[in-house]
């Protein structure tokens, strides 16, 4: 292929042409599918298998989908909660007319996710039928699971060998060295605090990623395209999160407010502050009773709080989060020129290609609780950060105020994208701007409650 490293396939499905339930009709969304591969210039050898471009008969290849939670905490559907089943069934179409050797389908969802829910054994049957003479695994990529949905019991730790995995470490080349002083700081909701701090420390910035990712010759994401609390967006950058083994690898904020020098909240809120506090002992004592005790106390903290203030925001769910865009672009720059012995390469060593699932989006509180916001879209692009502002574009967010998709044109050691980066984006067979997407594809999506009117774009198509 002699295209261009950041050009994007966009296809649309006209919402004329899609029924009331968008996933219903699987032949309508393997054309989808097939066209934006196309839209991306593959197809060179094998219009009917464009996919056959990048993968050959003996290759290994990772399938990343989004599969966050078993269930919408909005209860709004799952259509616009993780990456469908009949887009990943289009998919593996496409992935198994390349004839690979073998396929491996593995997420890393949140530890209370039920597994079973998302990958079913029907789901399991249908994969297998559509794989004709190529191995497909299924694999939870997860080191910790909670059986019964609670801290203190039924929480089951190493779960599958730590030898399946390759530790990293940034040290001050990790894109969180310049907010790791004071040390202690970092969090990330229902894990323990005091090992976060050993794994992200001024000069150590550990991350735990599984092996298939570093042992595949090709590492295909299917996102899907949601607004985010903590990151304003996720979709191809934020995926690869769902490639790590342990949470306590992955910062997402800093605690106190934004006056104490954290990001968890804006300004200083004293009644949320001693609500943390009680939020890190009781994760201190996880499989202990005294969790549920110190849970309960920071619950009531952060009722008061509400009452008086009207909001109980304590996991740097908003627009002035500072630290989840570092974590997930660590991530990106890592499974891109990373190695298997846990090294760091000058020059890129795979390829990572992102088949995004836009059907039907997720607005307003995602990841976790989305609303879903019918698009009929999807992109493909070798690209993470090209694919992204297209993915902006879509819901009409401006990526200069979303830092994980500013930042991701940065030139730090082991950059994403190249020094003339600009984004080739194509929609039925012409070259297509990013404003182009957004008047003319484009929804005004719902961002967080916490992001309105600082992610959006402004004036003209708003």
Not at 311 to 321: A, L, P
Not at 353 to 382: H, I, K, N, Y
Request: net charge neutral; hydrophobic share 40%; aromatic share 8%.
């Amino acid at each position: 292929m002699k295209n261009s490293p950041n050009r994007v396939g966009v296809a649309s499905v006209r919402q004329s042409q899609l029924p009331k339930s968008p996933y219903s009709r699987g032949d309508v969304v393997d054309k989808l599918v097939c066209d934006c591969l196309l839209q991306a210039g593959l197809g060179q050898k094998n219009p009917d298998a464009p996919l056959a471009d990048i993968i050959e008969p003996h290759m290994t290849v990772l399938v990343k989908p989004n599969w966050v939670l078993h269930y919408n905490k909005s209860g709004l559907g799952m259509e616009c909660m993780v990456t469908h089943p009949t887009f990943i069934l289009a998919a593996l179409k496409q992935l198994f007319a390349a004839k690979p050797k073998r396929v491996i389908l593995g997420d890393a969802p949140i530890q209370g996710c039920d597994w079973e829910e998302l990958v079913t054994p029907d789901f399991r049957r249908e994969v297998t039928l559509l794989s004709q003479s190529s191995r497909v695994d299924f694999v939870d990529f997860r080191r910790t699971i909670l059986s019964n949905g609670n801290l203190i019991e039924g929480r089951e730790t190493n779960v599958r060998d730590v030898n399946r995995y390759v530790l990293f470490d940034l040290g001050p080349d990790s894109l969180l060295e310049p907010i790791s002083k004071p040390e202690g700081r970092f969090r990330v909701t229902m894990y323990d605090p005091s090992e976060l701090a050993t794994t992200h420390h001024p000069g150590r910035h550990q991350y735990l990623l599984c092996r298939e990712a570093f042992e595949a010759d090709v590492v295909l994401s299917l996102p899907k395209l949601k607004t985010h609390c903590k990151a304003g967006l996720t979709a191809a950058l934020k995926n690869l999160v769902g490639l790590n083994g342990n949470k306590e690898y992955l910062p997402h904020h800093r605690v106190g407010g934004s006056t104490w020098g954290g990001d968890c909240y804006p300004g200083m809120a004293l009644l949320k502050r001693v609500a943390e506090h009680c939020l890190d002992m009781a994760n201190k004592n996880i499989g202990q009773s005294d969790n549920g005790v110190w849970t309960s106390r920071a619950h009531r903290l952060l009722s008061y709080h509400k009452r008086i203030f009207g909001d109980c925001q304590i996991e740097g769910s908003w627009w002035g989060n500072d630290t989840v865009w570092r974590m997930v672009l660590d991530l990106n720059r890592i499974l891109l020129y990373g190695r298997l012995d846990g090294s760091m390469a000058e020059v890129a060593q795979r390829r990572i290609w992102s088949l995004t699932d836009a059907v039907v989006c997720g607005e307003g509180e995602g990841p976790l609780a989305p609303t879903p916001r019918l698009l009929g879209m999807a992109t493909f692009s070798e690209s993470a950060p090209a694919a992204d502002m297209v993915h902006a574009a879509l819901l009409r967010l401006d990526p200069q105020r979303i830092p994980l998709l500013r930042e991701a044109l940065g030139r730090f050691r082991w950059p994403l994208v190249s020094d003339r980066f600009a984004v080739d984006a194509h929609f039925e067979n012409r070259q297509v701007s990013l404003p182009q997407i957004a008047k003319e594809l484009g929804v005004n999506a719902q961002p967080p409650r916490y992001w309105v009117g600082q992610c959006e774009v402004m004036g003209e198509g708003r």
